[in-house]
């Protein structure tokens, strides 16, 4: 009998009716499909009904449990399984080499990085996670909400995200201390322009404006123009605000993803604009 082992955050999910309505909630269509922890493997069996799957797993215990488990899948192709730490495998570049979907149960604690990572993962399309509520929630805020920070900003400038549903602590085998949810993200586009269409030019760009964000909800109770103006310039900021309509007093959780996007290409520009002066007095 397999433990749960704390270090890798396992809980094994063991409620088949949840595994069931993850099953229905996964898109259906013609790319590569891929998990992430598959743990004992119970989600892995009703996966591997729908088509071919890889499946990342980083205990060696399970690895040798389900090469077991899965032999006549993994002979047949249908099952590839791979024993690293999927963080690793994120610096090399992707987790396919093809687009595909993201199915997985993530461990609580690494499952923020793990989703910020597949959003910057161009093969990455979709995904369905179950995660620790809170986090599912950060994702999914809407704007002027406690919960919108740059988290949503990050999802929602490249898709849709949406909780699913929730699922109990009695759901999973050692049973957590939280509820989690089923959070799905929807990618439209990529952040970097490459093979496929990006919001940025550049991964220069993209890492400013994360930059940017970091800058905007440093404190989130104070107001949008006192955080941002540890980083520009506070006449220009309070003009641009002006500009768009946007009241002194209002709070980084309060501007909408598309507004947070002008009001960074604008910075951006009059930043690039000062640097072009000062070339050209030299």
């Not at 729908?50 to 990342?56: E, G, M, N, Q, T």
């Amino acid at each position: 009998m397999i433990e749960a082992k704390k270090k890798f955050g396992q809980n094994f999910l063991q409620d088949t009716t949840v595994v069931s309505k993850i099953i229905q909630s996964m898109p259906r269509n013609e790319r590569k499909l891929v998990e992430i922890g598959p743990g004992l493997g119970d989600l892995t069996q009703e996966l591997l009904k729908v088509k071919a799957l890889v499946a990342y797993e980083v205990d060696e215990d399970l690895c040798v449990y389900l090469r077991k488990k899965y032999s006549t899948k993994i002979d047949e192709g249908e099952l590839t399984l791979v024993q690293t730490d999927v963080l690793k495998q994120f610096e090399k570049g992707s987790l396919c080499e093809e687009p595909y979907d993201l199915v997985a149960n993530l461990p609580y604690y690494i499952a923020t990085t793990i989703i910020l990572e597949a959003l910057e993962d161009p093969n990455c399309k979709s995904m369905t996670v179950m995660i620790q509520k809170e986090v599912a929630e950060k994702f999914a805020a809407l704007p002027k909400t406690k919960e919108f920070t740059s988290l949503a900003i990050l999802a929602q400038s490249i898709g849709t995200a949406a909780i699913l549903f929730d699922v109990s602590p009695e759901s999973f085998e050692p049973q957590p201390k939280v509820v989690s949810s089923i959070l799905k993200i929807d990618k439209q586009k990529e952040f970097v322009e490459g093979k496929f269409s990006g919001l940025f030019e550049s991964n220069e760009q993209l890492q400013k404006f994360k930059k940017y964000l970091r800058c905007s909800f440093q404190s989130p109770r104070k107001t949008w123009l006192k955080n941002i103006s540890s980083e520009f310039d506070k006449a220009y900021v309070e003009k641009i605000m002006y500009d768009q309509s946007l009241p002194i007093t209002i709070r980084p959780h309060e501007i909408s993803v598309l507004s947070h996007h002008l009001l960074f290409k604008t910075l951006r520009l009059n930043d690039a604009r000062k640097r072009s002066n000062a070339t050209t007095e030299q």
